[in-house]
């Protein structure tokens, strides 16, 4: 097999150019590029190495630009160390903050807007109901995006704010909010939910101990998996360069 000095300068020059580039996406101490530094701790670095040489030696002696050019296009999208697409991993990380936003609208006690009564007394059933059914929109929105994932904390942690859920099943009806035995989604019954007892509305939804309160905990975990899934995504580029596409903002280009 040859070895590396036996390839032209363009093809090194090629595979190579982030080393020198002034386009890095990071630097620590000594001039480290932390973006390298991650892709030779998580393994990506190697894996291009062996597949770069490797197919190399099964195609002959003679190589042309473009076949360089092709060989590492090919290895850009396999050198990928998490299950789970940036276009997944996005998506659920948008709708697991989402959730933990509806959630928390329902549950924060300071300054809350939802549950708070008029100078009669009274609450206003109508924006219960809408930030109630925003939750359970958010939430079933979470599981159709988090049932695509591949990864297993991802998974543990949506099956948990399931389990959560079942285990309130029965409070749930009570107000009119029923959950499907297949997938898991709510839905809400506008008319059972305006006309149940908006204290056991109030002591589902309001407050850290609420059911509402668990729900978010388990969608800032799940948000904050997809983001350290995201992180293993970073891949080389067709140009031999680390691209840290998540982080640099580039994975919503995935998604157009």
Known sequence: MRGISMYDSSSVSTLFSSLGSSKSTGSGLFGINLSEYASIRSGSYGKLMRSYFSMDSTKGTSKSDDSTKNTIEDLATTTSTSKDSTKTLAAIESDAKELTDSAKALYTRSNNKVFTKDSGGSYDTDKIYKAVKSFADDY???????????????????????????????????????VDEKTGKLSVDETTFKSADTEKIKNLFNGTGSYAYSVATKAAMTESYAKSEAAKSNTYTKNGTYNYNYNSGNIFTDMF
Do not use: F
Request: net charge positive; proline share 3%.
């Open 140 to 178: 079933n929105s979470m599981l159709d995006t988090a049932g695509k994932s591949s990864t297993n904390r991802i998974s543990r942690s949506v099956s948990s704010m399931k389990n959560e859920t079942s285990y309130n099943e029965k409070p749930l009806k009570e107000i009119g909010i029923t």
